[in-house]
C-alpha cells in the first residue's frame, strides 16, 4: 500500500522558516519523483515543487523560487522541503505526492498518480 506521510507545518511569522518532511512508503522510492502541492482556502491545488529521487532533477513554481529547496534522502525514503522566507500568501495545507516524472508543468496531473498524503497545515503571519 502506498502511504505518504507529511509533518512539519506550523505558525510561523512572515520571514520565518519551516522544513517540511514527506515519509514515503510502499513502493520503490527510487523509481518516482515526488511533488509539493499546496491548497489555499478558497484556491485550487497548485503544484510548488518537485524532485527526481534517482537523477536529483528539481522544479519549482515561480512563487517559491528562490526561498524554498526540495531534497530527497533515499535511505529515509523521504523528501523535504525547505521553506525560507515565508510571506502570509504561503499560508496553506501542503501535500506530497507520487509522480511518475518531475518536469516543470508540476501541476499537470498526467505526471502524478493520485496517491497524497493526509496534508500539513502551513500558517504564516503577518
Known amino acids: 500500500e502506498v502511504q505518504l506521510v507529511e509533518s512539519g507545518g506550523g505558525l510561523v511569522q512572515a520571514g520565518g522558516s519551516l522544513r517540511l518532511s514527506c515519509a514515503a512508503s510502499g513502493f520503490s522510492f527510487d523509481d518516482y519523483a515526488i511533488g509539493w502541492f499546496r491548497q489555499a482556502p478558497g484556491k485550487e491545488r497548485e503544484g510548488v515543487s518537485c524532485?527526481?529521487?534517482?537523477?536529483?532533477?528539481?522544479h519549482y513554481a515561480d512563487s517559491v523560487k528562490g526561498r524554498f529547496t526540495i531534497s530527497s534522502d533515499s535511505a529515509k525514503n523521504t523528501v523535504y522541503l525547505q521553506m525560507n522566507s515565508l510571506k502570509p500568501e504561503d499560508t496553506a495545507v501542503y501535500y506530497c505526492?507520487?509522480?511518475?516524472?518531475?518536469?516543470?508543468?508540476?501541476?499537470?496531473?498526467?505526471?502524478?498518480?493520485?496517491?497524497w498524503g493526509q496534508g500539513t497545515q502551513v500558517t504564516v503571519s503577518p
Open positions: 505526492a507520487r509522480m511518475f516524472i518531475c518536469l516543470f508543468t508540476i501541476s499537470d496531473p498526467r505526471i502524478r498518480s493520485d496517491d
Open positions: 524532485i527526481g529521487t534517482s537523477d536529483g532533477t528539481t
